[in-house]
T-cell receptor, first 116, second 114 residues
Framework: DTEVTQTPKHLVMGMTNKKSLKCEQH?????MYWYKQKAKKPPELMFV???????INESVPSRFSPECPNSSLLNLHLHALQPEDSALYLC???????????????FGPGTRLTVT | DQQVKQNSPSLSVQEGRISILNCDYT??????FLWYKKYPAEGPTFLIS?????DKNEDGRFTVFLNKSAKHLSLHIVPSQPGDSAVYFC?????????????FGKGTKLSVIP
């Protein structure tokens, strides 16, 4: 089973709303990722969690707040977003993050976010 | 500076023929390469990977070739099927940086014509 699930599939929110995106995997992976993908562009890394600790934040604005409640779950809390934040938000997981190791990342289907 | 380049934005191939998708990279630290397939409004699906100690990896209809001296890799799909129509992303990572850092190309849209 190489499934990463994400909810909701679609989300429309106003600039003053607070919402959360959820991601779940049951592959026993210890690394989880958030990516943002705009149309006709490759995915851009936002955050990396390794063993439930935030290890990478790629200079993402504070209106995006990640959370890893346990090894299977990853959330992305959204607050005061801008219309330019509208994109496909992808979650991914891999066995782990380790120097010298090769681990494929498995992606979820994404949440299509529209900020109005 | 684009470290992973997919110079063909699109490719059309007849059903049953071979599809060849190309990818070039500039960072000599990259030592692990992956191909992902993406349908519209879905997340990328991992297809196949290759480490720099190999020059070929095969999985069913998909074969990836790596030419380290040319910093070039290619994905061959034989025979191509209409269901293969999607955007294909090449990605690379450097093991010294940890496997989290995937650098993606911009993608090639493959259309397989029945």
């Amino acid at each position: 089973d190489t499934e990463v699930t994400q909810t909701p599939k679609h989300l429309v929110m106003g600039m003053t709303n607070k919402k959360s995106l959820k991601c779940e995997q049951h592959m026993g992976h210890r690394a989880m990722y958030w990516y943002k993908q705009k149309a006709k562009k490759p995915p851009e890394l936002m955050f990396v969690y390794s063993y439930e600790k935030l290890s990478i934040n790629e200079s993402v604005p504070s209106r995006f707040s990640p959370e890893c409640p346990n090894s299977s779950l990853l959330n992305l809390h959204l607050h005061a977003l801008q219309p330019e934040d509208s994109a496909l938000y992808l979650c991914a997981s891999s066995q782990e993050v380790s120097a010298g190791g090769y681990h494929e990342q498995y992606f979820g289907p994404g949440t299509r976010l529209t900020v109005t | 500076d684009q470290q992973v380049k997919q110079n063909s934005p699109s490719l059309s191939v007849q059903e049953g023929r071979i599809s060849i998708l190309n990818c070039d990279y500039t960072n000599s630290m990259f030592d692990y390469f992956l191909w992902y397939k993406k349908y519209p409004a879905e997340g990328p699906t991992f297809l196949i990977s290759i480490s720099s100690i190999k020059d070929k990896n095969e999985d069913g209809r998909f074969t990836v070739f790596l030419n380290k001296s040319a910093k070039h890799l290619s994905l061959h799909i034989v025979p191509s099927q209409p269901g293969d129509s999607a955007v294909y992303f090449c990605a690379a990572s450097a093991s010294g940086a940890g496997s989290y850092q995937l650098t993606f190309g911009k993608g090639t849209k493959l259309s397989v014509i029945p």
